[in-house]
């Protein structure tokens, strides 16, 4: 019975058609982040205690394609996000908490499984 049920349910999936996404809809796009602080000095030392860990979520814009821009950037996306991050030392480095707006651009034409992006992010922390 429980095959049936899943045999249903993902053929029921699988004939179900999702919208055609509109260029200018939003999307919202999560990130954990993980990292660590360089320890540039030999005083910083006793500041760093570990890695940092945080994470973001961004309000995304594509590009509509309208302008010669766009095309010669890719078609970036544009957006704005906010961002926490833990440094692992709350008495003395505390958490870090960020509002910024951002420009995406996509550093090759082609959409690929991997693409690399160069981030442009002014803002607040």
Not at 29 to 53: E, K, P, S, T
Not at 59 to 70: E, T
Not at 72 to 98: I, T
Request: proline share 5%; net charge positive; no cysteine.
């Amino acid at each position: 019975m429980k095959k049936l049920f899943t045999l249903l349910f993902t053929s029921l999936l699988a004939s179900l058609h999702a919208q055609q996404s509109n260029p200018n809809d939003w999307s919202i796009r999560g990130a954990n982040n993980f990292g660590f602080i360089l320890q540039h000095h030999n005083n910083m030392g006793d500041l760093v205690n570990g890695f940092i860990n945080g994470g973001e979520i961004n309000f995304i814009k594509p590009a509509s394609g309208d302008k010669l821009w766009h095309h010669e950037n890719n078609f970036l996306e544009r957006g704005v996000g906010f961002a926490y991050f833990n440094l692992d030392n709350p008495k003395q480095l505390g958490n870090v908490y960020a509002l910024f707006v951002f420009y995406d651009i996509p550093l090759n034409k082609k959409e690929k499984p991997f693409r690399l992006y160069m981030r442009l992010a002014p803002g607040l922390a």
